[in-house]
T-cell receptor, first 115, second 113 residues
Framework: NAGVMQNPRHLVRRRGQEARLRCSPM?????VYWYRQLPEEGLKFMVY????????ESGMPKERFSAEFPKEGPSILRIQQVVRGDSAAYFC?????????????FGDGTRLSIL | GESVGLHLPTLSVQEGDNSIINCAYS??????FIWYKQESGKGPQFIID?????DKRQGQRVTVLLNKTVKHLSLQIAATQPGDSAVYFC????????????FGGGTRLMVKP
């Protein structure tokens, strides 16, 4: 399966712990996006990255959240000192380029539960 | 603006009938639109896209119509099948907002056998 791969599929953390979510884009895709989804709602944009660069982080909370897409390896979304309100499904998408005709393809997400 | 709601609107159709799912967008600067299908426990799956310089595009059993005058997008599914049951989202890329997708609130499609 050459699709977007996310792991883990489910992650349980206690309040105050750190959560690390991983995303490997589709082969040949150099653009990675992270979105958050609450139950019964649409996805909300968080951050857009290319290799070693954050292009747009306008949807990221100012504190506790960070993202990276290193030269080698998957993209990582990191949430420090998690709180109950961080419970959600986090989706990663990738695309080969930008704009029309370059649709973003999504992984199956990581469901984060905070105890 | 973005749609936020606790309850998704639901469209219930009989197997074999045609389905029409509607979406309104607010930003006339949006220049690219995509329909996604999301099944329970899975990520959004690309269905079909359309650029703002077009008003209609057809795929296999699906057609997307774009009316820029009233800022309206629709997804038509021909001969709806039980496997089409899912939540459908429209998404737009706004010309002045880089490459981020802005999602609508979603419609749940239920297909009755």
């Amino acid at each position: 399966n050459a699709g977007v791969m996310q792991n883990p599929r489910h992650l349980v953390r206690r309040r105050g712990q750190e959560a690390r979510l991983r995303c490997s884009p589709m082969k040949g895709h150099s653009h990675v996006y992270w979105y958050r989804q609450l139950p019964e709602e649409g996805l909300k944009f968080m951050v857009y990255l290319q290799k070693e660069n954050i292009i747009d982080e306008s949807g990221m909370p100012k504190e506790r959240f960070s993202a990276e897409f290193p030269k080698e390896g998957p993209s990582i979304l990191r949430i420090q000192q998690v709180v109950r309100g961080d419970s959600a499904a986090y989706f990663c998408a990738s695309s080969p380029g930008t704009g029309g005709g370059q649709p973003q393809h999504f992984g199956d997400g990581t469901r984060l539960s905070i105890l | 603006g973005e749609s936020v709601g606790l309850h998704l609107p639901t469209l219930s159709v009989q197997e074999g009938d045609n389905s029409i799912i509607n979406c309104a967008y607010s930003n006339s600067a949006s220049d690219y639109f995509i329909w996604y299908k999301q099944e329970s426990g899975k990520g959004p799956q690309f269905i079909i896209d359309i650029r703002s310089n077009m008003d209609k595009r057809q795929g296999q059993r699906v057609t997307v119509l774009l009316n820029k005058t009233v800022k309206h997008l629709s997804l038509q599914i021909a001969a709806t099948q039980p496997g089409d049951s899912a939540v459908y989202f429209c998404a737009e890329i706004r010309g002045n907002a880089g490459n981020m997708l802005t999602f609508g609130g979603g419609t749940r499609l239920m297909v009755k056998p």
